[in-house]
């Protein structure tokens, strides 16, 4: 093809073709523009206004920052705290809750199991070791006292030890249980008689006087004061200090449950002493508070710096109901008063018309402090039940319910 025919033939194909109007197709591409514009607004708005919603429901169910902000305010207290009652002599006191209603209280968990019995049939310790004591209660076999014992991982064991009456009835002290959980002692008439869980052995050592009713471990686990109403006595298992005897007399109290080591709270007429136990000194005055104390029951025990004991009081003006006699669980710490709680343990309340008052009340009398399940929770024995309080928190829980007449718990109730 010669190059001057090129032309013609282009401009004769090209007639055919319509020819286009720039100014419509710039006018419809600018209105597709415009509309995708709007749909990308509005999608942007929509997109908005769900994430706000969400938002909004995410904090109103607890989550997103509204949720973890921190408080404005300070808590009032730890996790199950529960406001006191009031104050009594500078002490914040709580109210437990009435006689009968143990059995619905949050339960603290421990070795002693839902219900502390008798055990039908345990093998003896020498075929059944405990490493932890958690209870120790008597049973009675040919006439004589037989030490129970319950381990930190709930199974028992008889002791092939024959344990006397005393004065007082069975050999059972609150306060038998070693710091270590391997030992256990039993006040006898003129003795003492200490049990090794370890190897099963037990050895009676003889003290001067008769009538010995309460023993009380120093943290030592080598000593222990062993106390009657009119002497008290610390005994030494194995070696000590230069000079140091077997049996160094003790102070004595009236009451055989004074002695006791680390502290004792004793006192009353109004003015409690909290008074320190030590090898070198004997015993120290720490600090003294003003408390309406008729009499003390049971044995004192201490977890740091505090010690609880439980008393009987006069009548409470800062109780919301009159009780003639409330009895009261102290923990009295060394920094004073406002360290220091106390846990009423009021009576059940009387019944309303047309109902039956319960069958078990808080007599004077039937209460007394057990020991410490830690640092914070003091264990107590209630009318048929052991209860826990939480000194830092006021909480109350059940522990176990007790078909046994008399325990003495270790550091294995901890499991």
């Not at 025919?5 to 100014?23: N, S």
Request: charged residues 15%; contains cysteine.
């Amino acid at each position: 093809m010669r190059r001057e025919d090129v032309h013609p033939l282009l401009t004769q194909a090209a007639d055919g073709i319509p020819e286009p109007d720039l100014a419509d197709a710039a006018w419809n591409a600018a209105v597709a523009i415009r509309r995708r514009r709007r749909r990308s607004v509005v999608i942007a708005l929509v997109a908005v206004l769900v994430i706000g919603a969400a938002a909004a429901l995410v904090a109103a169910l607890g989550g997103g920052k509204a949720a973890i902000a921190p408080p404005t305010t300070p808590p009032s207290g730890p996790p199950g705290f529960v406001r006191p009652a009031g104050q009594i002599d500078g002490m914040d006191f709580w109210i437990a809750p009435p006689s009968g209603s143990e059995r619905y209280l949050d339960r603290l968990d421990t070795s002693l199991g839902e219900t502390l019995t008798l055990p039908e049939d345990p093998k003896s310790l020498r075929e059944a070791p405990i490493e932890r004591i958690a209870a120790v209660v008597l049973g009675i076999h040919s006439g004589s006292y037989e030490p129970l014992l319950l381990g930190n991982d709930g199974h028992w064991a008889h002791a092939d030890v024959r344990l006397s009456a005393i004065s007082t009835g069975a050999p059972l002290s609150s306060g038998a249980v070693s710091p270590s959980g391997e030992l256990v002692a039993f006040p006898q008439p003129g003795a003492v008689q200490v049990l090794s869980v370890i190897n099963s052995e037990a050895r009676e050592i003889s003290l001067p006087t008769q009538d010995l009713r309460s023993v009380s471990w120093l943290p030592d686990d080598n000593r222990l004061i062993v106390s009657g109403p009119d002497a008290a006595y610390r005994v030494l298992l194995d070696d000590g200090g230069k000079g140091e005897r077997a049996v160094t007399p003790v102070e004595p109290s009236g009451d055989p449950e004074d002695a006791t080591s680390p502290y004792q709270l004793s006192g009353s007429g109004g003015r409690v002493a909290l008074a320190g136990y030590s090898i070198a000194k004997g015993w120290t005055s720490h600090t003294a508070a003003q408390l309406p104390v008729e009499s003390w029951v049971g044995q004192t025990f201490a977890s740091g710096s505090t010690a609880a004991r439980l008393f009987i009081s006069g009548e409470l003006s800062e109780l919301p109901d009159p009780d003639p006699q409330p009895q009261v669980v102290a923990a009295i710490s060394v920094q004073g008063a406002a360290q220091s709680r106390l846990l009423v343990l009021g009576s059940s309340p009387p019944p309303t018309a047309g109902t039956v008052a319960p069958a078990v009340d808080r007599p004077p009398g039937c209460c007394l402090v057990l020991g410490w399940y830690d640092s914070n929770t003091v264990l107590v024995q209630v009318q048929g039940w052991v209860i826990s309080w939480g000194v830092l928190t006021g909480q109350v829980r059940r522990v176990t319910e007790l078909e046994v007449s008399g325990v003495a718990l270790g550091p294995g109730v901890r499991g």
